[in-house]
């Protein structure tokens, strides 16, 4: 308390006690004990009620020990089981959270991961994938601006997400439990393969096969491709201790349409202990033609690139980059986009009328929008020679077809001339703009469908910035590039509308994730979010069936199938009021990816321990590893001091003893007839 706040006390209780005494012994002669009494209950009251007025603050000083925090992350995946290294795993986890010294130093996090981390101390070994990298990706966002040592209980074969070694924050030590047997053992293995995911009727297809050996003899393997179970090409390979990889690189023939699975496998006379790494299956789409999409422009733009690059990323498809001035035969593409057309444009428009070809107008500071006034009626342009940022946002009530919000709103925003947009005809609106972070009821991403023509609409130039922004953002720019093929795909199509639309792959990997996209459309062509959508599933070799409920999201149903074994399946997906139906195969390859080593990769978890100052153990270690954290004098218990000011005005519990006292008071008046 401040020395003004203790002379008011002070006062306070000089006060109280004087105005209680001229209350009760002023006028009164006798001064019995019930006045004596009366008199301290108003002066106990009087007093509160001048400390509530003075609102002292109470100042406490708390002192708190901060232990250094220890991450425990243990392998769940089911290759730990594979190495038949689940009960090792669990006797070092037991040691290690069990351990008094651990526990008095450190505060302790226990973990598993697979294809995520999450908190757990209990293990299944079940995962179908392992994400080491995300355990340091998330355990650096737990531990924000915390210096912290990582114990990695694992085997160190990672199966998806960014390379581990590299994604540990050096300045935080990690101390890997290696687990399995590391003795090599002779094994084959194909180790990946690459292959075109379509290919083309009769034409030659490039397959790329990835061998690697491990043993301490020199050895001989026949590496094979099969068709089913027609052999289509086959090779011998040796094998030295050292020399253990292989590349095979081949050309197969497309020979029949459809999803056609091949199976690489490699073989040899030895005798191996770990057999599902010798083959693996590989599907391609055979189709009969790659559909064209021509880029029409005048200029040379970075968004050219962007474009043909995200709508190529799908093997269907092929861009040709054309120029209106030129002569062009419409009838060899299937879409047509125009890059900020202007009157050298008319030609083209001219002749897509009587083509009648689906389009996409991208419009940007070179455009005429005079000119585009006249040959489109979807959309009325009044725009002025000043330049605008424009920002997009999504609109989750899109229904054309299937999308998901990518962070359009964190891109960066796309140059397009000043004014005022509007629809003339219905356009159905994918992305508003957003001026200087304000909404607008402008669109930026606009389609149109007329039953007999659809055109889209992109409002902005410099959408190669979104592509590299998607890239920044998730290392991959298969996002972006995905949603440029959901406009090429709507485009170039001029069915008519449909109630079911559903997406699928043709084929999965039975390690990864089986997922089917759903929209129900009803008469008005609107989506139904209340639909009511199932999936019936038909393994057409076992003949099980499988039945599965989808769930809502933002604009379309989803459903998860992971878990199906390697076969081939028919599914119908019907919505149950209306009993419309779809009815469709694919197949699932059967490929655990978890049960592909036969080692632990003790070389990269030692370099891993090496790069971030820490060291690799051994399950026999354990005495040493604990012994390694409790001596290092990098993570130490940080004591803090922690003052708490405290309003008096904030004790409720005062305020109720001033009713306490006042109403006792008034009882005793009251009873003694001094009212």
């Not at 002192?63 to 689940?86: E, G």
């Not at 998330?138 to 074969?157: A, E, H, M």
């Amino acid at each position: 308390m401040t020395i003004s706040t203790i002379l008011l006390m002070i006062v306070s209780i000089v006060s109280a006690g004087l105005l209680s005494f001229l209350i009760y012994y002023k006028e009164v002669k006798n001064k019995s004990k019930l006045h004596l009494f009366l008199a301290f209950l108003r002066f106990l009251s009087l007093l509160f009620i001048f400390i509530l007025l003075i609102n002292p603050k109470i100042s406490s000083t708390i002192i708190s020990n901060d232990k250094p925090v220890l991450a425990i992350a243990v392998d769940n995946s089911s290759s730990i089981n594979q190495l038949k290294a689940t009960h090792q795993v669990n006797q070092v986890y037991q040691k290690l959270i069990s351990n008094k010294e651990l526990k008095d130093k450190f505060a302790i996090q226990s973990y598993q991961f697979d294809t995520n981390l999450k908190v757990s101390d209990t293990f299944n070994f079940a995962g179908k994938q392992s994400n080491i990298g995300i355990v340091a990706k998330d355990l650096q966002n737990i531990n924000r601006n915390l210096k912290f040592p990582t114990v990695l209980i694992s085997d160190g074969n990672q199966t998806t997400g960014t390379d581990y070694e590299f994604a540990f924050n050096a300045l935080n030590k990690v101390f890997p439990v290696i687990m399995g047997d590391t003795t090599r053992v002779f094994d084959l293995k194909v180790n990946q393969v690459n292959a075109n995911k379509y290919a083309y009727l009769k034409n030659k297809f490039p397959v790329e096969v990835f061998l690697q050996y491990s043993g301490t003899k020199n050895s001989s393997a026949s590496f094979t491709i099969y068709d089913g179970k027609k052999e289509v090409y086959k090779q011998s390979v040796a094998f030295t201790p050292t020399n253990n990889t292989a590349i095979i690189t081949t050309n197969l023939t497309a020979s029949r349409l459809g999803t056609v699975v091949y199976r690489a496998q490699v073989t040899s006379a030895n005798k191996e202990v770990n057999l599902h790494n010798n083959s693996q299956r590989f599907a391609v789409e055979v189709i009969d033609q790659k559909s064209s999409v021509a880029i029409i422009s005048t200029m040379n733009h970075p968004d050219l690139g962007a474009l043909k690059h995200a709508i190529e990323s799908n093997e269907q498809r092929e861009v040709v980059v054309l120029n209106p001035k030129n002569k062009i035969d419409l009838s060899k593409y299937k879409v047509l986009i125009y890059y900020q057309p202007n009157v050298s444009f008319r030609e083209v428009f001219h002749s897509n009328k009587i083509t009648g070809l689906n389009s996409f107008i991208i419009t940007g500071t070179k455009t005429d929008f005079k000119f585009l006034n006249e040959v489109q009626k979807d959309l009325d342009f009044k725009m002025s020679n000043q330049l605008e940022d424009y920002q997009a946002s999504f609109n989750k009530e899109f229904t054309y077809f299937s999308t998901e919000d990518i962070g359009f709103e964190n891109f960066p925003p796309l140059e397009n001339n000043y004014g005022k947009v509007s629809p003339v005809s219905s356009v159905s609106i994918l992305l508003w703009s957003k001026i200087r972070g304000m909404q607008t009821t402008a669109p930026l991403l606009a389609f149109s469908d007329n039953n007999k023509q659809r055109t889209a609409y992109f409002l902005g130039e410099n959408s190669w910035k979104w592509r590299m922004q998607n890239h920044l953002n998730t290392d991959s720019y298969m996002q972006y590039d995905l949603f440029i093929d959901k406009i090429i795909q709507f485009l170039s199509s001029n069915n008519s509308k449909k109630s079911l639309v559903v997406n699928f792959e043709n084929s999965y990997n039975s390690s990864g994730a089986i997922t089917i996209d759903a929209q129900y459309f009803d008469k008005n062509y609107e989506f139904d979010q209340n639909a009511l959508l199932t999936i019936s599933l038909l393994n057409l070799e076992t003949k099980k069936t499988r039945n599965y409920d989808f769930l809502k999201s933002d604009n379309d149903f989803k459903v998860s199938l992971d878990g199906l074994e390697g076969g081939k399946y028919q599914f119908t997906i019907t919505e149950k009021k209306s009993r419309a139906s779809f009815t469709n195969t694919f197949e699932v390859l059967d490929f655990d990816i978890e049960k592909q080593a036969v080692n632990p990769d003790s070389k990269k978890l030692n370099r891993l321990a090496v790069a971030t100052e820490g060291a690799a153990f051994y399950p026999d270690q354990v005495d040493q590893l604990v012994q390694a954290l409790v001596r290092d004098e990098s993570y130490k218990t940080i004591q803090k001091e922690r003052v708490d000011k405290v309003s008096l005005i904030d004790w409720y519990w005062l305020l109720l003893l001033v009713g306490i006292t006042l109403s006792l008071e008034w009882l005793v008046r009251k009873y003694n007839g001094l009212l």
